[in-house]
């Protein structure tokens, strides 16, 4: 019995720890969010159309719940986000650093959307038409503002207003 007894006693203490790391890690963000890269058969949530078949930078938002979806344009991912009724917890969202990868087949080099520099307004052509431009700094935002068009603004600038006019910003290259 006294075998029996201090065998038990032996495998409580790793059984205990083990249970306490468990509880501990229950309240903290164990795994590091990260963009997923599409691939050849990927579609955007909304219309269906298969990334990889259009030019210019491409989106993806993380739920809390579910799996991440995907959009071949950015103002269709922000339409997506300044839609009233969106009401899904967002976890993360990325976009493509235009500054890295090829706008006529953009593949990689994705970026927190949060502190991505947009520009709104260029002459630039994505899979719907005119779309923004997404960039990881200021300063090759600018570059392409001045030779494509466009105004340069940040995550939390964007309005559904410019989702409507995309030309608004015209050559003007500065931060708003």
Excluded at 20 to 36: D, H, P, S, Y
Excluded at 57 to 70: N, S
Excluded at 86 to 98: E, L
Excluded at 107 to 123: F, L, M, Q, R
Aim: charged share 20%.
């Amino acid at each position: 019995m006294k075998a029996t007894s201090s065998r038990l006693t032996a495998l409580r203490k790793p059984l205990l720890i083990a249970a306490v790391a468990l509880l501990a890690a229950c309240g903290k963000e164990v795994v590091q969010l990260a963009a997923i890269e599409p691939d050849q058969g990927t579609a955007c949530a909304l219309d269906g159309m298969v990334l990889k078949d259009y030019p210019g930078p491409k989106a993806q938002i993380h739920f809390k719940e579910g799996a991440p979806e995907f959009f071949c344009d950015i103002l269709e991912l922000f339409g997506m986000l300044l839609a009233p009724e969106q009401k899904r917890a967002v976890a993360g969202v990325f976009v493509q650093d235009m500054g890295k990868a090829d706008w006529a087949q953009p593949n990689g080099h994705w970026i927190d959307a949060k502190s991505a520099y947009y520009v709104v307004g260029s002459k630039k052509q994505g899979s719907m038409g005119p779309t923004f431009g997404t960039f990881a700094t200021q300063s090759d935002a600018e570059a392409f503002a001045a030779k494509e068009g466009g105004g340069v603004h940040r995550f939390e600038q964007i309005t559904l207003q410019m989702l409507n006019q995309p030309k608004q910003g015209g050559h003007d290259s500065k931060m708003h």
